[in-house]
């Protein structure tokens, strides 16, 4: 099972970054979303393939015809929060306000359920899993925000697998889509999305995608954008997160989408048989 998904955010939606962190920073950038959707909308629309969009509030408050253009060429959106904000910096408060701002934002202009979610930089941990019992009371099915290993924004250890199941917080449930890892010895790779994408030789990439039996990606706009403007005062190891394989990204995405069949999140659900799954307690 191949799960296409994008993240859809501006270019200056960088972590961790104080000149990047909030609004009032923000308009002190480019808008660069709007073209970097038309590549993305005409590779899709070519080649026929379905995808999941996860969509900030801020962007259908922003860029309300790019949700629009989403939703009339028959993709499926979900909710990337509300404004980018890591998920264990909110107070539970904070963070149940920020999903109810970026659900209604978006479902007033397509009119459909919110049915999925993934957490800004994965930032659920153990320390704040909570998370999974506000998305459920918010009418949530399906939860992308797991990545099952240690990572800068923390991880969430405690899933213990890389493959689809159902999560159990308290007695109650939500399907959950993590992120696939790969196996290295002791190590867990990652390598379907983002930096770990744009890092990695296409053949590589090409060889852990046929030996896994379950891929989900995320790729964002800004991961195709070789002319955006690099942002001042960044780290080395940050600059080389967000600014390494800009220019080759775009290629290798139509190579994945040529050498193998992908699905949206929905297509996914429908495949697996969800009374098989025991579920993880956490």
């Known amino acids: 099972m191949n799960i296409l998904t994008f993240d859809i955010e501006e270019w200056f939606h960088i972590l961790d970054h104080k000149s990047t962190k909030t609004a009032k920073e923000w308009v002190n950038y480019e808008y660069r979303l709007e073209s970097n959707m038309e590549r993305i909308f005409e590779l899709l629309d070519r080649k026929n ?67 999925a979610y993934r957490v800004p930089g ?48 308290g007695g109650l449930t939500i399907k959950e889509f993590p992120i696939n890892t790969f196996d290295l010895g002791s190590k867990k790779i990652i390598f379907s999305g983002g930096g770990y994408f744009r890092f990695f030789p296409y053949w590589i990439i090409k060889l852990l995608v046929k030996r896994g039996d379950y891929i989900m990606t995320y790729f964002h706009p800004r991961d195709f954008d070789k002319n955006q403007p690099i942002i001042k005062d960044l780290s080395n190891l940050r600059k080389f997160k967000s600014y390494y394989g800009l220019g080759s990204a775009f290629g290798k995405l139509e190579k994945l989408i040529n050498d193998f069949k992908f699905v949206d999140l929905d297509e996914a659900d429908k495949c697996i048989n969800w009374k098989k799954i025991k579920p993880i307690i956490v």
């Open 122 to 169: 994965f930032s659920v941990r153990e320390d704040n899993k909570w998370v999974f019992e506000e998305l459920i009371n918010y009418g949530i099915e399906f939860d992308c925000s797991v990545f099952p290993t240690k990572r800068a924004h923390g991880g969430f250890e405690n899933y213990r697998s890389d493959q689809a199941g159902v999560i159990d917080i």
């Open 49 to 115: 393939q379905k995808a999941t969009f996860f969509c900030l509030g801020w962007v259908a408050r922003e860029f309300p015809d790019i949700i629009k253009k989403i939703d009339n060429m028959g993709f499926e959106i979900a909710t990337h929060s509300d404004m980018h904000q890591l998920a264990y910096e909110q107070s539970r408060d904070e963070f149940r306000n920020d999903l109810d701002s970026s659900i209604k934002s978006i479902e007033d202009i397509t009119g459909k359920k919110i049915r």
